[in-house]
């Protein structure tokens, strides 16, 4: 008897439950390795036991037929205030942001609203994980990896602390309509104000990581008279490397800056939304820092970049050998994700590359490939159903499943167009 053929026989009761189902006759999108033409996928108590041509379901299995459509593993997108913020604009709907601008210690898990709408239309486009980020401030606290299926944030958690979010100082100086980096009708700073500003809070974030520093070494001296401190506490994973910084910088000195900082600080980082990442591929490169690239469907940052540099970033970024994924940093567009990937296939990027970047490499880059990602044995079912390529704007997700647990799609979107398709 086949050693699988025993796992299966081992795994008899857990068959038996709504997680365990036979997937049969579409083609199996690994991503991982080769797609499966006319495979099966065998799910047993949430995890995939089995995939291939061959593939029989055991007894009392149910089976779902899905021949002629394609599975895939579900999307994540790496960058997102997923059930932290519902309407930006109402302050009330909104708990993202807290006062201050060290505060290591928030945790956004604790604050996502599972209810929120934005979940269910995001699921319907078959995004099942989502990297939450709070805001505000220098360091902003603990984003958090949450699928987006639950009723509580305890179901939803994946990872807890995924990384410190910095969003690294940059010199602001505001503006109106004719120029400058703030909203509409804002006041220009004088620059000689807003190098002032940059340079103390570069200088307290500095000043703030060394005294976790000696925070670190007096905890490690031994307890007499040592005092705990919560916000210094959080930041010893950081110190020791095993809590990445999101390193939030969207220009080249910033950017630049932030490798510097990492660099001299030792400690592992990501870059979030580096724009301007193209100039510094050598730099980024050296350092072997991972990137979570933001919209690919957004103008260039400055009037006299080329047209097409959004579009084009991710392949330079891939012919470099640099790791990356996509984020839409957005709750309303989330669902928006595999088109950002499409578009930057569309100029250049590797079809498998960018389906890896909203699948197995964000998995990678949050450290959590051995179980998601891809659609390989012994991962959780976080699985989607499609009539054809997800970077298609016109593919319908028809199932979708996380944890093996088959997921409504019914969504606000959904609702309104079927209440407005009514009106006479």
């Known amino acids: 008897m086949r050693a699988w053929m025993v796992a299966l026989l081992a795994a008899l009761p857990a068959l038996a439950a709504d997680n365990s189902f036979l997937l049969r006759g579409a083609t199996v999108h690994t991503v991982s390795g080769a797609e499966i033409a006319g495979g099966s996928v ?26 002629g459509l394609h599975v895939y ?13 519902e309407v930006g604009s109402v302050r009330e709907t909104a708990d993202a942001n807290e006062i201050g601008d060290f505060n290591p210690q928030l945790r956004a898990l604790i604050a996502i609203n599972p209810a929120s709408e ?16 709070p805001g505000g401030g220098v360091l902003s606290g603990q984003a958090a990896l949450v699928h987006l299926d639950g009723w509580t944030w305890e179901e939803m958690e994946v990872r807890r602390s995924a990384a410190m979010v910095l969003n690294f100082p940059t010199i602001q100086t505001g503006g109106g309509r004719s120029g400058g980096e703030g909203p509409q009708g804002r006041t220009r700073t004088p620059y000689p104000e807003s190098k002032r500003i940059y340079d103390k809070k570069l ?66 980082i990501m870059l979030c939304e580096p724009r301007e990442a193209g100039k510094l591929i050598s730099e980024i490169k050296a350092q072997n820092v991972p990137v979570i690239l933001g919209p690919t469907q957004t103008a260039p940052l400055n009037e006299d970049d080329p047209y097409d540099a959004p579009y084009t970033l991710p392949a330079q970024l891939h012919q470099a050998g640099i790791r990356f994924a996509f984020g839409t940093f957005s709750n309303s567009f989330s669902r928006n994700l595999p088109y950002n990937a499409a578009h930057a296939v569309a100029y250049g990027l590797p079809y498998q590359e960018g389906l890896k970047a909203i699948t197995l490499n964000a998995a990678e880059i949050w450290g959590v490939a051995d179980q998601y990602g891809s659609i390989d044995k012994g991962k959780w079912a976080d699985l989607m159903v499609t009539d054809g390529d997800p970077l298609e704007v016109r593919t319908q997700v028809r199932q979708l499943f996380i944890h093996g647990r088959e997921i409504s799609l019914d969504n606000k979107h959904l609702r309104l167009y079927q209440q407005y398709n009514k009106r006479p």
């Open 42 to 67: 065998l799910v047993a108590g949430g995890k995939i036991a089995e995939l291939g041509v061959k593939v029989v379901a055991p007894k009392g299995v149910r089976v779902i037929d899905v021949k």
């Open 73 to 85: 593993p579900g999307l994540i997108d790496s960058g997102t205030q997923m059930g932290l913020s």
């Open 118 to 133: 934005h979940i269910p239309v995001a699921r319907a486009n078959g995004i099942t994980t989502v990297v939450s980020t």
């Open 203 to 268: 200088a307290d974030l500095r000043e703030f990581f060394e005294s976790a520093r000696r925070y670190r070494q007096a905890k490690l001296a031994g307890p007499a008279g040592f005092r705990p401190d919560v916000k210094f506490e959080t930041m010893i994973p950081v110190l020791e490397g095993k809590l990445p910084v999101a390193m939030v910088a969207v220009r080249e000195r910033a950017i630049r800056e932030a490798l510097q900082f990492a660099e001299k600080q030792k400690i592992r």
